[in-house]
């Protein structure tokens, strides 16, 4: 549809201004959508197309974290389209994760949300652990080993020196994958019983054992199982 000067030149104007007016307290899901395609569909109505794109995935979050072949499939969107839309999740994870690395992180449920968010977007598998003391607080983290992991490859000497010295209690850990079903395997409760005979020599408790996937879903070696908003 080509661009009307008088009509949508006019709306893309009104939405800018409430934009800067207002922010985005009274903007629909719809309308954010559209004043973020105004900087990549200069000649299309993109309120027709906001709409398109949230009916096929269902949400902003649906949107941002489809794939950029899914997202070409609704007619309009081009690969450039495409590929500037997928980069928004990524994006916002790596500004939520800059912001809890500022902040002192309490409680199992938001170090598992920080965990899964460094790794869901991450093209290289990876063996994270946390270290958590006795009031849930999350101390620091590290990168134990990239690429595929077995519980014969891991430092046991290593794991341990990283964690004498500090006042940490429990140890989570966390690997991410890269292709497949979000599934527990044997070597994976290798790992985790490997580390945690380890750790438990010192006197340091595994807490838990999460498997990430690349849509932000995760399982847990205590069996929860559930997805990163």
């Known amino acids: 549809m080509p661009l009307d000067g008088k009509k949508h030149g006019g709306h893309r104007d009104r939405l800018r201004e409430r934009f800067i ?33 949230l009916d096929r995935f269902g949400s902003l979050e649906g949107v941002f974290h489809a794939e950029v072949e899914e997202l070409t499939r609704v007619d309009g969107i081009g690969e450039h389209t495409a590929r500037y839309l997928n980069m928004f999740s990524t994006l916002i994870d790596s500004y939520i994760i800059d912001r809890m690395q500022n902040e002192i992180i309490s409680g199992i449920q938001n170090i598992t949300e920080f965990a899964v968010r460094k790794l869901a977007f991450s093209q ?67 790992i985790a019983q490997e580390i945690s005979d380890t750790l438990r020599t010192i006197g340091v408790e595994l807490f838990d054992y999460i498997l990430v996937g690349g849509d932000r879903s995760y399982i847990t070696l205590t069996g929860k199982s559930e997805a990163v908003q």
């Open 21 to 53: 007016r207002d922010g985005l307290d009274s903007f629909e899901e719809h309308n954010i959508l559209e004043l973020l395609l105004f900087y990549t569909i200069p000649q299309k109505d993109t309120n027709e197309l906001s709409h398109a794109l």
């Open 124 to 190: 290289t598998e990876c063996l994270m652990i946390i270290f958590i003391d006795n009031k849930q607080s999350m101390l620091n983290w590290q990168y134990l080993q990239e690429g595929f992991v077995t519980p014969d490859s891991l430092d046991r000497r290593a794991i341990v020196r990283m964690v004498m010295g500090t006042n940490t209690t429990h140890v989570m850990l966390a690997r991410n994958k890269i292709k497949g079903k979000t599934r527990l395997d044997k070597n994976d409760r290798m």
